[in-house]
């Protein structure tokens, strides 16, 4: 096992190859191994987990398509140099992302609950105090590591039908995506440090770097929803390509 590393453990769920994937990916995504850092070899994780040489050749090819490990003929895997991309300008459904990934996901409702905007939201979300809203927190997974942590509030005068949506099994962003039109968007992107509460909630260090999207959207200059969506720093990172004008 190369020293500098926590040694990965199996959580006993599904295949044993997509548990080995997991088990690697889970100390990435955390920031636990830093981009560059060299894995554990097949052969120790073959010796680490009593797998074969093909089950522990087909995890770390998943991880090598995820975007998290490179793998270097004869020198050994290494955690890549850059996260995965994200585009600036459009609106994305992080289940989705996950799962073209090939890793399962989960949606984690941990508060959802109605009520009229108050100052401090209305101020947020651009809203005449006293509008109605619906507000949301939860949390997004990946592979059962904490990717996300997702704040959201809706506009019931714009789209009164989710008053009836149960979010435990329908993640919000997807519910807008597919049921509720928008025009416009704006994202407010920067970089915080984690509180303990955030870090409790992604199982990172307190004071951890992190990526912060705020995003809001309209229909037709009526608010629909305003959102703000905190990732670990070391799991995210945000692109956009654009062309001049003429």
């Known amino acids: 096992m190369t020293a500098h590393l926590t040694p990965p453990v199996l959580d006993g769920a599904g295949a044993v190859y997509q548990q080995i994937r997991r088990a690697v990916a889970r100390p990435i995504l ?6 560059g850092a060299r894995i554990p070899s097949e052969h120790e994780l073959m010796d680490l987990f009593g797998a074969s040489r093909m089950t522990v050749n087909k995890a770390l090819s998943a991880l090598v398509d995820d975007g998290l490990i490179v793998r270097r003929r004869r020198v050994g895997s290494f955690v890549a140099e850059r996260p995965p991309e994200r585009a600036v300008m459009e609106i994305w459904d992080i289940g989705a992302e996950v799962a073209r990934a090939g890793r399962a996901y989960r949606f984690e409702l941990l508060e959802c609950r109605r009520r009229p905007a108050d ?22 997974f990946a592979d059962g590591v904490p990717v996300q942590i997702e704040r959201r509030l809706i506009n019931l005068d714009v789209a009164p039908d989710v008053a009836g949506v149960d979010f435990a099994k329908t993640p919000p962003g997807r519910w807008l995506l597919d049921n509720v039109p928008w025009t416009d968007a704006e ?60």
């Open 30 to 35: 955390r920031g636990e191994w830093a981009p």
């Open 119 to 140: 100052d401090a939201v209305a101020g947020l979300f651009h809203v005449a105090p006293g509008t109605p809203v619906i507000e949301i927190v939860g949390r997004h």
């Open 187 to 246: 994202h407010l992107i920067r970089a915080v440090n984690a509180d303990d509460a955030t870090a409790g909630l992604l199982d990172i260090g307190d004071r951890d770097a992190c990526l912060l999207v705020e995003r809001r959207t309209w229909a037709d200059r009526t608010p629909i929803t305003w959102v703000e969506l905190l990732s670990p720093g070391a799991a995210r990172q945000l692109v956009s390509r654009f062309s001049p004008q003429g």
